[in-house]
């Protein structure tokens, strides 16, 4: 009896194993509902595979790339996993030889041609193709509520000086001029600025070593970094970054430089209108260039349920599935035929922009740099918060640059 029960445990245990799909993801909670309507859109079609969603919440994935990490280090792959498309992909996973090579699928779907060949390459070695792009999001863009600002008499400036010129002007008013959370988000806002200061030529020169952090122009960014900082909430720490879209929302800060999830999040959660509820620009001194960054999914060797996963990665490359999710998430596909109908007011422009800006990558999302580097820059921007001294965290960063190769 003992040794049947044994017996049927294992083979249901093996049933329940061969018909899931465990995608493991950063998307939780508020950031959700795009990658559920993929999944709704999955299970219509497979309706024998059970998904299991294995999110961890975090802004960013810092939390979920950790966790990851164990996972795969320890020898228990989800069957699938969202991985910024870039160094992060590249240096993390692929170069370890833990993914499978996915040309095949690219050509059995066409999608040689569908996607723009620039993000091919971020995601490409000499090897192979290793993940599928399920959207492209832009870091540098400056949000507000236009009302607002017109209630407290400012207009949304093109260029970091022109913020620092209005920055008395809200303090005054006992408003937040620029709202800031946890530590990635801080980050994220010194990559428009780097963006703004060193022009997209000096800005790419970062990443491949060509301009060192030591250099006059690369320790601007943080003097004015340092300026910038001066104008926004004591509290950053203890925010997520819809809290900080919150505190826009609500009246008590003026701008947030985020990346278009906010877009996503102010519409899908929060039910505002684009241009009305919400306005945007390019952050200041950044019209004209797109940093881009793009969530993928991989195919992990030793994945459980490869089939499922075959899957799931031609849905999410499919037009249909990239313009279900993309809509909700607050990015754009990056598909060439993608239906620009489906989309809101912000992701349009985001799509003209997409396809006629210069094109640069972020750091703090996986795509600019050395994914050591990356990783490493929190503690940069740590040693920069506590002495708030510019060229103590140019040379910082350039130790971390030397350190981690950067440019290699
Ligand atoms: C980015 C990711 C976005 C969004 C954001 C906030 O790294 O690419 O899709 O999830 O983090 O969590």
Same mark, same amino acid.
Request: proline share 5%.
């Given at each position: 009896?003992?040794?049947?029960?044994?017996?049927?445990?294992?083979?249901?245990?093996?049933?329940?194993?061969?018909?899931?799909?465990?995608?493991?993801?950063?998307?939780?909670?508020?950031?959700?509902?795009?990658?559920?309507?993929?999944?709704?859109?999955?299970?219509?079609?497979? /309706?024998? @595979?059970?998904?299991?969603?294995?999110? %961890?919440?975090?802004?960013?994935?810092? !939390? +979920?790339? =950790? $966790? #990851?990490?164990?996972?795969?280090?320890?020898?228990?792959?989800?069957?699938?996993?969202?991985?910024?498309?870039?160094?992060?992909?590249?240096?993390?996973?692929?170069?370890?030889?833990?993914?499978?090579?996915?040309?095949?699928?690219?050509?059995?779907?066409?999608?040689?041609?569908?996607?723009?060949?620039?993000?091919?390459?971020?995601?490409?070695?000499?090897?192979?193709?290793?993940?599928?792009?399920?959207?492209?999001?832009?870091?540098?863009?400056?949000?507000?509520?236009?009302?607002?600002?017109?209630?407290?008499?400012?207009?949304?400036?093109?260029?970091?000086?022109?913020?620092?010129?209005?920055?008395?002007?809200?303090?005054?008013?006992?408003?937040? /001029?620029? @709202?800031?959370?946890?530590?990635?988000? %801080?980050?994220?806002?010194?990559?428009? !600025? +780097?963006? =703004? $200061? #060193?022009?997209?030529?000096?800005?790419?020169?970062?990443?491949?070593?060509?301009?060192?952090?030591?250099?006059?122009?690369?320790?601007?960014?943080?003097?004015?970094?340092?300026?910038?900082?001066?104008?926004?909430?004591?509290?950053?720490?203890?925010?997520?970054?819809?809290?900080?879209?919150?505190?826009?929302?609500?009246?008590?800060?003026?701008?947030?430089?985020?990346?278009?999830?906010?877009?996503?999040?102010?519409?899908?959660?929060?039910?505002?209108?684009?241009?009305?509820?919400?306005?945007?620009?390019?952050?200041?001194?950044?019209?004209?260039?797109?940093?881009?960054?793009?969530?993928?999914?991989?195919?992990?060797?030793?994945?459980?349920?490869?089939?499922? @996963?075959?899957?799931?990665?031609?849905?999410?490359?499919?037009?249909?599935?990239?313009?279900?999710?993309?809509? #909700?998430?607050?990015?754009?596909?990056?598909?060439?035929?993608?239906?620009?109908?489906?989309?809101?007011?912000?992701?349009?422009?985001?799509?003209?922009?997409?396809?006629?800006?210069?094109?640069?990558?972020?750091?703090?999302?996986?795509?600019?740099?050395?994914?050591?580097?990356?990783?490493?820059?929190?503690?940069?921007?740590?040693?920069?918060?506590?002495?708030?001294?510019?060229?103590?965290?140019?040379?910082?960063?350039?130790?971390?640059?030397?350190?981690?190769?950067?440019?290699?």
């Amino acid at each position: 009896m003992k040794r049947l029960l044994v017996v049927l445990t294992v083979l249901l245990f093996g049933l329940s194993q061969a018909n899931q799909l465990e995608i493991f993801t950063w998307w939780a909670g508020d950031e959700g509902p795009a990658i559920e309507a993929l999944i709704d859109m999955y299970e219509a079609k497979y /309706p024998e @595979v059970t998904v299991v969603k294995a999110d %961890v919440v975090g802004g960013a994935g810092v !939390v +979920a790339r =950790a $966790v #990851l990490k164990t996972r795969m280090l320890g020898g228990s792959p989800p069957d699938t996993f969202q991985i910024h498309a870039g160094r992060s992909l590249i240096d993390t996973w692929v170069v370890a030889g833990r993914m499978e090579d996915l040309t095949w699928l690219y050509q059995e779907e066409g999608w040689l041609e569908a996607f723009p060949p620039g993000l091919i390459d971020m995601i490409s070695t000499e090897e192979g193709i290793w993940s599928v792009p399920v959207n492209i999001h832009r870091s540098n863009v400056m949000w507000y509520v236009p009302a607002n600002l017109e209630r407290w008499g400012v207009s949304v400036p093109t260029t970091w000086d022109e913020f620092l010129a209005v920055c008395p002007t809200l303090q005054a008013q006992g408003v937040t /001029p620029l @709202v800031v959370g946890e530590s990635w988000t %801080v980050q994220h806002l010194w990559e428009s !600025v +780097a963006l =703004a $200061v #060193l022009g997209a030529d000096n800005y790419a020169k970062l990443w491949t070593g060509e301009l060192p952090f030591t250099d006059a122009q690369a320790v601007a960014v943080w003097e004015l970094f340092d300026q910038i900082l001066a104008c926004t909430n004591p509290d950053a720490a203890g925010l997520a970054w819809q809290h900080a879209t919150d505190r826009l929302v609500d009246g008590a800060a003026a701008f947030n430089i985020m990346g278009d999830w906010a877009a996503g999040y102010m519409v899908t959660t929060l039910g505002l209108e684009p241009g009305v509820g919400f306005g945007w620009a390019a952050s200041p001194g950044t019209e004209g260039s797109f940093m881009q960054l793009s969530d993928s999914f991989g195919l992990p060797i030793g994945a459980p349920n490869r089939e499922n @996963v075959i899957n799931w990665l031609r849905l999410i490359g499919s037009r249909e599935g990239q313009d279900t999710f993309n809509p #909700l998430k607050g990015s754009i596909s990056p598909r060439l035929d993608s239906d620009l109908t489906k989309y809101n007011a912000y992701l349009q422009s985001a799509a003209e922009d997409f396809r006629t800006n210069r094109l640069v990558p972020s750091l703090v999302h996986g795509a600019a740099a050395r994914a050591a580097f990356a990783s490493e820059f929190a503690t940069v921007m740590g040693i920069f918060l506590d002495t708030r001294d510019p060229q103590f965290a140019a040379n910082a960063a350039q130790a971390v640059a030397f350190q981690t190769g950067l440019g290699r």
